[in-house]
């Protein structure tokens, strides 16, 4: 079965860097548009950067680019997101998603069909 498995978080100052990762199973992870979203405490969950066509496209939300960058490594059937000059308004769950058997990368929660379990990234002041 699909499954999405996040890792790298953790407490950073302010100003810091992480790697976060999700690795893949259970799907052709090449043909399938990946994701990562976001939810900080009292807010919704948002789009952060997506990735499709085996990593040859990619997009970057507004409010981290610059900042945040997304890369694949479809050997490994693994989803990067590089997190660099962190902010405290940065804090929130990351979660991966992906939606099998597509080449469109969607922005959207609900699109998505598969979803990783998350991992907490607190940047401190």
């Known amino acids: 079965q699909v499954q999405l498995v996040e890792s790298g978080g953790g407490l950073v100052q302010a100003g810091g860097s992480l790697r976060l990762s999700c690795a893949a199973s259970g799907f052709t992870f090449s043909t399938s548009a990946m994701a990562w979203f976001r939810q900080a405490p009292g807010k919704e969950r948002e789009f952060v950067a997506g990735?499709?066509?085996?990593?040859?496209?990619?997009h970057v939300a507004e409010s981290v680019k610059g900042r945040f960058t997304i890369s694949t490594d479809n050997g490994k059937n693994t989803m990067y997101l590089h997190l660099n000059s962190l902010k405290t308004e940065d804090t929130a769950v990351y979660s991966c998603a992906t939606k099998p058997r597509t080449t469109v990368l969607y922005t959207t929660i609900g699109a998505y069909d598969y979803w990783g379990q998350g991992t907490q990234v607190t940047v401190s002041s």
């Open positions: 990735s499709t066509l085996g990593g040859t496209a990619t």
